[in-house]
């Protein structure tokens, strides 16, 4: 069965400081894992992906996300944060089937100045 | 390109009426999905669709209705809304439907219903 846990329904940084959301999966086949932001009031816009090969998969914004298969994780990073980081943050394993995801409970990020 | 664009955006309901939201692409894109998002719960899959004249229920989709007459336009009826389909609806499409394939968001419809 396919599954996504977001540990963390709130995560709060300072400006510059690293970012780290973390996902976990579960998946009854090879996984192919997405990151997807979602500002204020607007559709979720995709951040990065990974499907094969590359391990580290780096998306935009300077954001980037290792697959560990060992831990079934996907966790999201970013050196250093930007009060336009703020948003909600939405991890998904894509289905067995089509191209139907399963999200997490997404993880907002409050950026401190 | 408009890419995926949903009508209206914000709409209020009494119990029992029906509606339909409405979802239209014009990327040409064969796969088409709905999901709704609620709070603490992340997105859901309702219905989707990978090509005109196709369509397959998702994991939730009892209460709501769709059809994919057009590769561009997948609308979600609701035939008789209860206080439980309040939420926020997302409509979304794809390529081809494949597993690796991104999907891109409209941005959104809010429905209430009293």
């Known amino acids: 069965a396919q599954s996504v846990t977001q540990l963390g329904s709130h995560v709060s940084v300072s400006e510059g400081a690293l970012v780290l959301l973390r996902c976990n999966y579960s998946?009854?086949?090879?996984?192919?894992l997405f990151w997807y932001v979602q500002y204020p009031n607007q559709g979720l816009q995709l951040l990065l992906k990974y499907t094969t090969g590359a391990t580290l998969v780096k998306g935009i914004n300077g954001f980037e996300a290792e697959f560990k298969k060992s831990e079934t994780s996907f966790h999201l990073t970013k050196p250093s944060a930007h009060m336009s980081d703020a948003a909600e943050y939405f991890c998904?394993?894509?289905?067995?089937?089509?191209?139907?995801?399963?999200f997490g409970t997404g993880t907002r990020l409050t950026v401190i100045p | 390109n408009a890419g995926v664009t949903q009508t209206p955006k914000f709409q209020v309901l009494k119990t029992g009426q029906s509606m339909t939201l409405q979802c239209a692409q014009d990327?040409?894109?064969?796969?088409m999905s709905w999901y709704r998002q609620d709070p603490g719960m992340g997105l859901r899959l309702i219905h989707y669709s990978v090509g005109a004249g196709i369509t397959d229920q998702g994991e939730v989709p009892n209460g709501y209705n769709v059809s994919r007459s057009t590769t561009e336009d997948f609308p979600l009826r609701l035939l008789s809304a209860a206080p439980s389909q309040t939420s926020v609806y997302f409509c979304a499409s794809s390529y081809s439907g494949a597993r690796t394939d991104t999907q891109y968001f409209g941005p959104g419809t809010r429905l209430t219903v009293l």
């Open positions: 990327m040409n894109h064969e796969y």
């Open positions: 998946s009854s086949v090879p996984p192919y």
């Open positions: 998904a394993v894509s289905g067995t089937g089509a191209n139907n995801l399963f």
